[in-house]
């Protein structure tokens, strides 16, 4: 019997990426970071702690140097450690990163840096939409849930759910024509009317109800459900409703309140990523969590410190930082395109089963 077929005598067996616990921790149940964030923002800003209780920094702090600089070098092991892709994309991984950061250094240097780091969260926030939609096609495949109708339905509830809430966070800003990044820190974004949000999540809305009216019908005439897939988009969706419709928090807590649960789910991705490629390398997942996480608090540290003392040298200095992690966003739209590589994607769900 396969063991991710939850049970193969139920009406509606339930099959996973990894594993039943593997999944329900990193790839779904890991959104409840976002709300530890949450809560770590608001017990600083309370009790007025470290920093000059400055809890917008604290919470970045927590976020970028545990969280999200660790996720982003977990990419090497797949770009440079990884033979098969590096040979495939050598000039993307030399001398391609090395042009990512000189036309960082470039931007910053003719006094577009605060753009640079709205680009990177912008980037970013499509980043994590992209990797969410990328679970959600593998849990719908995994159950051989591809109607024509059942996919148009995913894709419209997934999409204007999420875009709705990217357009609430970036309309309605208190100050036209910029956004305030952190202090005296802002960076120009051109106006959007206000109603775009409203009018997104007003289709959205409709779509959802749509949505649930076929999942009723799917269990009215007894035909299987995909309940993994329904608990991944109320994950997915509820945590970025919460971000930017149910709360307000300022720029830099945002990016760490949406990132947190896209790192953790990363991070479990990339561990069973290297497990399967490199089996003969002992405690890999291990070592490169090591790594990452030494990498994570010394550009924290660089970075915490730039803001903190608005140090122009400072924030040059992790501009490089900056540059890897938007080379992360691009890349990773690359490297795991599994209908160009049938290999690694046998590797990769061989215990889900296709």
Request: charged fraction near 15%; include cysteine.
């Amino acid at each position: 019997m396969n063991t991710n077929t939850l049970s193969t005598q139920t009406q509606f067996p339930m099959r996973w990426i990894v594993s039943p616990r593997y999944d329900l921790f990193f790839f779904m149940g890991s959104c409840v970071f976002t709300f530890m964030f949450w809560g770590v923002y608001q017990v600083a800003h309370h009790f007025k702690l470290i920093m000059g209780g400055n809890s917008i920094l604290i919470t970045y702090f927590f976020f970028t140097a545990i969280f999200d600089h660790p996720h982003i070098f977990q990419t090497f092991s797949r770009t440079h450690l990884d033979g098969e892709e590096f040979r495939q994309r050598r000039f993307l991984h030399t001398w391609g990163l090395v042009l990512f950061i000189v036309v960082g250094l470039l931007i910053s240097l003719a006094g577009y840096e605060n753009e640079l780091i709205l680009f990177a969260a912008i980037f970013g926030s499509y980043h994590i939409i992209r990797q969410h939609y990328g679970f959600l096609k593998a849990y719908k495949n995994l159950h051989r849930d591809t109607q024509k109708y059942d996919n148009q339905l995913d894709f419209g509830v997934f999409y204007l759910g999420m875009i709705a809430c990217f357009f609430n966070d970036y309309t309605g800003q208190e100050n036209k024509g910029y956004i305030t990044i952190y202090g005296n820190i802002k960076a120009w974004f051109p106006n959007l009317p206000d109603f775009l949000p409203e009018l997104i999540w007003g289709v959205f809305l409709v779509v959802l109800a749509l949505w649930l009216a076929r999942q009723a019908w799917l269990l009215v005439v007894g035909e299987p459900i995909n309940l993994p897939k329904m608990m991944f988009l109320s994950c997915a969706l509820g945590t970025h409703y919460f971000i930017f419709f149910a709360t307000a928090t300022p720029f830099l807590v945002a990016e760490a309140l949406e990132t947190a649960y896209h790192d953790i789910q990363y991070q479990g991705w990339m561990m069973h990523y290297q497990q399967k490629r490199f089996p003969t390398i002992k405690k890999i997942a291990l070592k490169w969590f090591a790594v990452s996480l030494a990498y994570g608090l010394i550009v924290g540290i660089l970075e915490i410190y730039g803001l903190y003392y608005q140090n122009k040298v400072l924030m040059l200095l992790f501009v490089p930082f900056t540059m890897v992690v938007i080379y992360h966003y691009y890349v990773d739209g690359l490297v795991w395109k599994f209908g160009k590589n049938p290999e690694l994607r046998k590797l990769i769900f061989e215990q889900g089963g296709k």
